[in-house]
């Protein structure tokens, strides 16, 4: 597959030129390399054009393979159409440590596992058992191909671009319509260019640049965008290093993030055994990075330009709460006073997709050994989640695990775990208010341990690992000292580490199982009374009326991410069972009128309840709804569940300020009217007890706006505008009752 790619991407390539008539960026070229319809026969406007794309490989994890394979079983294909593979990560709760807790997991969880094993079987998925790894990492050591295009159901597919390439987290409907050997649909991006400058040194690591970026873009300024890094900073930076700022791209909103093709990427194919990559990529190089015209003047070709010297960096921690509040470390003294973050650090974490490569890893080790050779005595808890079998069991031969043991640190199985809520923090459940530190990618309130008044900071590795030993959310180990056991002040010397391991990568098992030659022969059961599973039932068609009578289920107030619609933590476990998850739908948010989560006013009984239930008891009525949201609704994951169940539950539309892309792609595709206000202001009058009317859906046409009737309660009446950005196929699928429904009468090829 990737020998055909690169065959065809210098032609291709030549070929966007010639319509743009300019310099390309790398961005660009893998776009326009990747066109559904082959060779471009003219430009794509930035930020306005929907484009048909032909990704080259997709990639599914275990808490939304589920929904994706469920949608997929509908299609009537008998195997996908790309290369696609299944990552069994989610599902395991860090508990006690690695083996206890996935032998715990693979029995809890076995109808799943068993689920998901036997349909990738049977359509030709590659299956990553259990203890495999993160999807990301183990998407990054085999998978992930200078100048490739790919799309995974989990907001950090973007990981990939740290090899290259363009890789864009999508929702589960999105996968399928690929491995469908359908074509996938994006509106053309704009383009970022991020110069770096200088070289990082002493505690500064790649993390601290994407911290440094969120600060400076925030959770939305990346929407719609494809951020390119370049500059003799991007090239001094490993592949790995690279991989983690393009995975918390996800965190500014960006679409993808991605890095030319270099020496640090060629080092990482022959270390991962992929050679042949390597002189592959090599073959076509020039194509493989951005023009040199484009970065020697990034602001006449992209849409944005900032510079960041990598020199001058410092160490970041970002929290708590949002993944964007950048405090350098020398200001935390200030910044934790003023606020009133408790400085004490409870926990330390280090790992995840976004940082557990070798490098990562044999840095924060450098930090451990100086535990025991400073008489240390780390004041914080200590934990590891490797990011995958191939990582654990190379740390554990270079002796980096027994390092972290010595310093009583625990080492959990591969796989998300505290960064997804699968921790079983001993204490959570008395809601003390408490700070910890992890190396992951974000923060949101209850994310990790279901306490809302955990405080979590986002750091690099190596600052947790600081952090951690001090158990001091202010301690600035460039210029702070310890006092060690013997009472003697100690300094901490910066981290070191290897890039890449010189006894190469190893592991006894990768844990992968290759599907079936044929699976045609092969069963996949779901059982009517499974607690977990339940086959889709297609969503009713559209009436073609205007929807009239509707309620307000919730009016959300301030952050609304797919956490607070749709929690996971323990709800992971009905990620297959869609009327099982509803009964989590929005119960994070809070109610704009009452300040409460999960109580809202039932205007059949005037009675505030639970929001599933309301919402239950309006569907039972036949009444129709709407949810009422903020600024970058739906920010966060890719899990369509945020969209689905409220679908499911009956919910007709959600009208926003503004929404997070991959969400509001999901709600079209499972036939939900996505709506923004067309002034902002207009949020502030949505009244708890309006009925609104819609007054000219039945007109639903492309860039045309919609109107809403208020009917306040007070008899008074006004009528607002709202903006959609449905084209006249999406607006199909609206009419059909979602995407799928148009692919099961057999519309849609
Ligand atoms: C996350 O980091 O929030 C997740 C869990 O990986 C999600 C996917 C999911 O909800 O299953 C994501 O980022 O897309
Ligand atoms: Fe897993 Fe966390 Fe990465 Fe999401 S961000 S894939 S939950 S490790």
Redesign the pocket.
């Known amino acids: 597959m990737i020998k055909a790619v690169y065959s065809r991407f210098p032609q291709r390539v030549e070929a966007a030129r010639n319509v743009t008539g300019k310099p390309l960026t790398l961005t660009e070229k893998i776009l326009y390399t990747h066109l559904w319809n082959g060779e471009a026969t003219s430009a794509c406007e930035r930020g306005k054009s929907y484009v048909d794309f032909a990704p080259d490989r997709v990639a599914m ?1 275990d ?1 939304t393979a589920q929904m994706a394979l469920l949608q997929f079983m509908q299609a009537g294909r008998k195997k996908v159409a790309v290369p696609s593979t299944v990552h069994c ?2 599902l395991i709760q860090a508990r006690v440590g690695s083996s206890q807790d996935l032998s715990d997991a693979l029995n809890k969880n076995n109808e799943v596992f068993n689920f998901l094993s036997s349909i990738s079987n049977k359509y030709g998925i590659g299956f990553w058992k259990p203890g495999a790894g ?3 990492q183990v998407v990054l050591e085999n998978y992930a191909f200078p100048g490739g295009m790919m799309i995974g159901t ?3 597919t973007v ?1 990939a671009g740290g090899l290259g390439m363009v890789a864009i987290g999508v929702g589960g409907a999105d996968a399928m319509d690929v491995m469908a050997g359908m074509a996938w649909e994006l509106k053309f991006p704009k383009l970022i260019g991020i110069k770096l400058t200088g070289k990082l040194n002493g505690w500064c690591s790649a993390k601290d640049v994407i911290l440094k970026v969120a600060g400076i873009l925030t959770v939305k300024g990346g929407t719609g965008c494809i951020v390119e890094y370049f500059g003799e900073g991007a090239q001094s930076l490993s592949c790995t290093g690279k991989g983690t700022i393009c ?1 918390m791209g ?1 965190e500014i909103g960006a679409t993808t993030s991605t890095f030319g093709y270099d020496d640090s990427m060629e080092r990482y194919l022959r270390s991962t055994g992929r050679p042949e990559v390597a002189d592959l990529a090599n073959s076509i190089r020039e194509h493989l990075t951005g023009d040199a015209e484009v970065y020697a003047n990034p602001e006449k070709y992209f849409d944005q330009v900032i510079e960041i010297n990598l020199s001058e960096l410092e160490p970041h921690l970002n929290g708590p709460f949002s993944p964007d509040l950048a405090t350098p470390i020398s200001k935390m003294k200030e910044e934790a006073a003023k606020n009133n973050w408790p400085t004490k650090v409870e926990v330390g974490l280090i ?4 940082n557990s490569s070798y490098e990562d890893i044999a840095r924060s080790a450098s930090l451990a050994k100086q535990v025991i050779a400073k008489n240390l005595k780390p004041k914080a808890e200590f934990s590891i ?1 490797p ?1 995958s079998e191939v990582v654990r069991y190379t740390i554990e031969r270079d002796g980096f695990i027994d390092t972290f043991n010595e310093m009583g640190a625990t080492v959990y199985a591969n ?3 505290p ?2 809520g699968m921790w079983a923090r001993v204490g959570a459940e008395k809601k003390e208010k408490n700070t910890i530190v992890h190396s ?3 923060n949101f309130q209850s994310r990790n341990d279901g306490n809302p008044n955990t405080l979590a900071f986002v750091a690099s590795p190596e600052l947790t690992t600081a952090l951690a030993i001090a158990g001091d959310l202010t301690f600035n180990p460039i210029t702070d000292t310890l006092i060690n056991e013997k009472g003697e002040q100690v300094k901490l010397d910066p981290p070191s580490g290897d890039e890449l391991p010189s006894k190469g990568f190893d592991a006894k098992d990768p844990g992968y199982q290759a599907p079936a030659e044929d699976g045609s022969g092969v069963e996949v059961n779901v059982s009517s009374d499974s607690e977990r599973l339940q086959l889709l039932a297609p969503f009713s068609e559209w009436d073609g009326q205007n929807i009239t009578g509707a309620r307000v289920l919730i009016k959300a107030k301030g952050k609304c991410t797919t956490d607070h619609i749709s929690m ?1 933590g323990q709800w992971l476990r009905f990620r297959g069972h869609l009327d099982n998850i509803a009964n989590n739908t929005l119960i994070g948010a809070t109610n704009f009128f009452n300040g409460a989560q999960n109580s809202v006013k039932n205007q059949l009984t005037g009675a505030y309840d639970e929001v599933p239930k309301v919402q239950r008891a309006y569907k039972a009525g036949g009444v129709p709804t709407l949810v009422v949201g903020d600024q970058n609704y739906g920010e966060g ?1 890719s899990r369509e569940h945020a969209a689905m169940q409220p679908r499911h539950l009956g919910v007709r539309a959600i009208l926003v300020k503004s929404f997070a892309r991959i969400h509001e792609t999901n709600l079209k595709k499972q036939g939900m009217l996505a709506l923004t206000f067309s002034n902002d202001a207009d949020y502030d009058k949505i009244q708890e007890n309006d009925v609104v009317n819609f007054t000219d859906l039945v007109s639903f046409s492309p860039d045309k706006p919609l109107h809403l009737e208020l009917v306040h309660e007070d008899g008074t009446k006004e009528t607002i505008a709202v903006n959609h950005t449905y084209n006249a196929q999406q607006i199909e699928w609206f009419k059909a009752g979602g995407a799928l429904n148009l692919i099961r009468k057999g519309l849609v090829h």
């Not at 790992?351 to 976004?354: F, M, P």
């Open positions: 994890q808490a990560d989610h993160i999807i990301h989990d907001s950090h990981n995975n996800a790992g995840s997709c976004t989640t990011g796989a998300c775990g960064c997804i992951f990618n974000r996971a994951s």
